[in-house]
């Protein structure tokens, strides 16, 4: 290549960044190949045009010429937009216009730059939530502590009760009357032995051992297991590709993923919808930025579903224990104190999106390694 013009133009049409230049009519005067692929147009069908012509009036009026006439007139602008090109998605571009001057040091065009920073954008909206979590946790931990001691004490309790229960059971055979009333104490001592249970899977006091587990294994039983549990009125869908090994529990990491579809299914009872479970390897340098990472790669689950979602407000406490929407005897508000739990015992993350009307998705990390 001996011409320089040519050498230029192969970098800008190189980047992926939309490049264009305007003039003092708002004329197009050149464009990069982003620029025509993202207006799915022929370079030969914007140079010339206006941009009133290309963005439409309205939008140009609104929007666009308020930051080219202040570019004119010497200043560099820069901001971020949300916007949504035919046939796209929505995209979060960040606009730079700078100010190209002639010998004379008149401002003759306007050079403007929009990259797309989606992923960083929606990275750093999950970073947040991620930290307002870690930030969480502490108090999560002396909750847990209090908790698990309190449980300890009742497990004991309720150890003593259920057995003189038994002992009296046999005793009281003749007694029909007596016999119901024993059930009924009998009954309610092991509901509350379960409730230990959980609060004790919550608290760090039984800390399980950790094997190597196929994530992706696990996850297709669970899965299975959630099937039934459905109504028709919801359409499970499974996403995994790959095999991934990380250190944990599998009894622990199901239990994570039947919580969290129960979930999903109770905010799906009223219309039905969609459970999308999926499993993939993420590089977190990629993905989200985490300061507390362990391990560059993770395995990421996601559990998300088309139902009712849920305010910031409640999204904010729904890992606190005992924490619950729902009526009583419907709900326990254990169940993602209990995820929680599991998985920062995992060394992993977990965040939530959602909003009213829009569903709810949980993705959790968990730190994977080599596999052999
Ligand atoms: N997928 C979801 N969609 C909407 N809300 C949810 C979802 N998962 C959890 N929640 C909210 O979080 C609360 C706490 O959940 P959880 O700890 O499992 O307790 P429980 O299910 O017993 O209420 C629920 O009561 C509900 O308000
Ligand atoms: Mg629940």
């Known amino acids: 290549m001996e011409d320089m013009e040519q050498k230029y133009e192969f970098i800008a049409n190189a980047s992926k960044d939309f490049m264009s230049l305007i003039d003092r009519n708002y004329i197009y005067k050149a464009v990069n190949k982003a620029y025509c692929d993202a207006h799915k147009k022929k370079r030969e069908d914007i140079i010339g045009r206006s941009a009133a012509d290309i963005w439409h009036e309205d939008r140009f009026n609104n929007n666009i010429k308020q930051y080219l006439d202040k570019c004119f007139a010497g200043n560099e602008v820069n901001y971020e937009q949300w916007f949504q090109f035919d046939g796209s998605e929505r995209q979060c571009y960040n606009v730079s216009y700078y100010p190209y001057y002639n010998e004379k040091g008149e401002v003759t065009h306007a050079a403007v730059v929009s990259r797309d920073v989606t992923a960083y954008r929606q990275a750093e909206e999950e970073r947040n939530m991620l930290e307002m979590q870690l930030r969480q946790t502490q108090k999560m931990e002396a909750i847990g502590q209090l908790a698990g001691g ?199 993350f977990i965040s939530v999106k959602s909003e009213p009307g829009a569903g709810s998705i949980f993705n959790i990390y968990l730190p994977l390694i080599k596999s052999g």
């Open 150 to 348: 309190v449980a300890h004490e009742f497990n004991t309790l309720v150890g003593i009760i259920l057995g003189y229960g038994d002992m009296l059971q046999d005793e009281i055979y003749e007694n029909i009357t007596a016999r119901q009333y024993l059930n009924g104490i009998i009954d309610a001592g092991r509901r509350a032995r379960t409730l230990i249970r959980q609060i004790k899977d919550f608290s760090r006091l039984d800390v399980l051992e950790h094997k190597k587990v196929w994530i992706n294994e696990v996850v297709e039983q669970a899965v299975k297991m959630l099937t039934p549990l459905m109504a028709s009125t919801i359409e499970i869908r499974y996403h995994a590709h790959e095999k991934l090994l990380i250190l944990g529990n599998s009894n622990q990491i199901h239990q994570v993923i039947l919580n969290l579809g129960v979930n999903a299914r109770d905010a799906m009872s009223e219309i039905g919808g969609l459970l999308e479970i999926s499993l993939e390897k993420v590089d977190i340098d990629y993905d989200i930025v985490l300061k507390d990472a362990k391990s560059r790669y993770y395995a990421k689950l996601s559990i998300s579903d088309s139902g009712t979602g849920m305010e910031k407000k409640i999204a904010d406490r729904i890992f606190e224990p005992f924490f619950t929407t729902k009526n009583v005897g419907e709900g326990s508000g254990m169940g993602l104190a209990i995820v929680y739990g599991i998985i920062k015992r995992h060394e992993g």
